[in-house]
């Protein structure tokens, strides 16, 4: 500042030596601050709440707090940031508020900042403008001698000696307060973390290994495949010319797997409509699909009819493969006994109107104990009430919306989802049908 006392420096030296402040107003000594006009910082140094100090409110550019004032923190709102500095925030705007700070107080988060410089704690603060002799002298520089005896000129010096042996400059030594400061700040410090780097972990993943185990265990695989075939070729080479006559009479059977659908004729799903529904995943009213296959000439439903389904996997590499899966749908036991006597284990899913007079031609004639041995499969409209005679019968429930018929392929995907996982669990045989 360029004349009087310092507010701040005059603030940092009665808190340095511990002075007692007190506060007084035109008519004397008060005990308040909000009642006071002024702070006694010491018996000789007693300056107005209001005197602007050189702490620069954030936002501010303005270097002279005599010309605006405005800009600068007045001495008693810094004094009340160092005496509640150890309030809690709430309690500080309390106060703040109280002793008639409502604008140009200290922020709470300045507030510790302030303190601490206040207190000798830090040497530098945000916002605060030094003073003349800071701006123009050195540190460390001794104080200048007037009269005959004043130090030589910059000029002088310059001329007379290397700019590199002036006693003007001096190395910078660096705080060792501040430089343990430092080293708890960074010692505190916490990485932010979000979502991609806490799933990515500490450290890099490698899948070699398990590449490895696996393409160690198609090896063997494969290996024993190709020791099979040769066994078997070599033993097909031995065997005498003459073909067995048993062997000759038997014919190779498919493992296709079998779907069984009720006869009813108030089903959803007949013989008329489930190709269409399971092969293209569009619905289609039975009377519909009657009506246009008789106009195709068609008057009667075939009792077996083949699905063709495609399915897609991945082999270990990444690669996809499309293949084609043959599955055979019945409405009938008659129509099932075509497939041989074993052709119960070949059904992997059974559909169900919830009439148990369905199951009486069957192998398990108890819904209980029928869907035990296949999946059972519950077809309704969307905006049918729950069937309760299919409540302890072990089958899943499947909605088919009477109107949307873009939705009738996510239904039909869950169908086959569903059977894919029941088969593979309890008749994996015929996944590769």
Excluded at 363 to 371: D, I, M, R, S, V
């Amino acid at each position: 500042m360029s004349h009087g006392t310092d507010a701040l420096l005059a603030l940092k030296q009665a808190i340095k030596h511990k002075t007692q402040m007190t506060y007084t107003n035109d008519s004397g000594p008060v005990s308040s601050f909000s009642a006071a006009t002024h702070i006694v910082l010491s018996p000789t140094i007693t300056l107005p709440k209001s005197s602007p100090t050189r702490l620069r409110k954030p936002g501010s550019n303005s270097t002279d707090p005599q010309s605006n004032p405005q800009d600068f923190f007045p001495l008693g709102a810094v004094y009340l940031a160092w005496l509640l500095r150890d309030a809690s925030s709430a309690e500080y705007m309390k106060q703040v508020r109280e002793n008639g700070y409502m604008v140009g107080f200290v922020s709470v988060t300045e507030r510790k900042a302030v303190a601490d410089w206040l207190e000798d704690k830090t040497q530098s603060l945000p916002g605060l403008l030094p003073t003349e002799a800071e701006s123009t002298t050195p540190p460390g520089t001794p104080p200048q001698l007037r009269g005959a005896t004043s130090l030589p000129s910059v000029s002088s010096l310059s001329k007379g000696t290397d700019a590199t042996s002036s006693p003007l400059k001096r190395r910078y030594v660096a705080d060792p307060a501040d430089m343990e400061v430092v080293k708890k700040i960074k010692a505190s410090e916490i990485e932010l973390q979000d979502r991609n780097t806490v799933l990515r972990g500490i450290k890099p993943n490698n899948f070699n290994s398990v590449k490895v185990a696996f393409a160690e265990k198609l090896k063997k695989l494969k290996d024993a495949s190709n020791s099979k075939h040769s066994s078997t070729s070599s033993i097909w080479s031995s065997a005498p010319s003459t073909p067995d006559p048993k062997l000759q009479a038997r014919k190779p059977r498919n493992q296709y797997p079998i779907i069984m659908i009720s006869s009813s004729p108030t089903s959803l799903i007949t013989m008329y409509n489930v190709r269409r529904f399971l092969q293209d995943a569009v619905f289609e009213s039975s009377q519909e699909a009657r009506a246009r296959a008789a106009a195709e000439g068609n008057a009667r439903a075939e009792d077996v009819i083949p699905i063709y389904r495609k399915r897609t996997t991945i082999d270990p590499s990444g690669r996809e493969t499309e293949t084609q899966t043959r599955y055979f749908v019945v409405d009938s036991a008659e129509a099932l006994a075509k497939f041989g006597p074993d052709a119960w284990d070949r059904v992997v899913c059974v559909m169900t109107t919830g009439q148990a007079w369905q199951f009486r031609p069957y192998k398990w004639q108890e819904p209980k104990t029928l869907f035990h041995h296949v999946k059972g499969i519950y077809f309704s409209w969307t905006n049918d009430p729950p069937n309760p005679k299919i409540k302890d019968w072990n089958v899943t429930e499947l909605k088919i919306d009477p109107h949307r018929r873009h939705v009738d392929k996510s239904v039909v995907a869950h169908f086959w989802r569903l059977l894919d996982q029941w088969t593979m669990t309890y008749k994996p045989s015929l996944m590769q049908g």
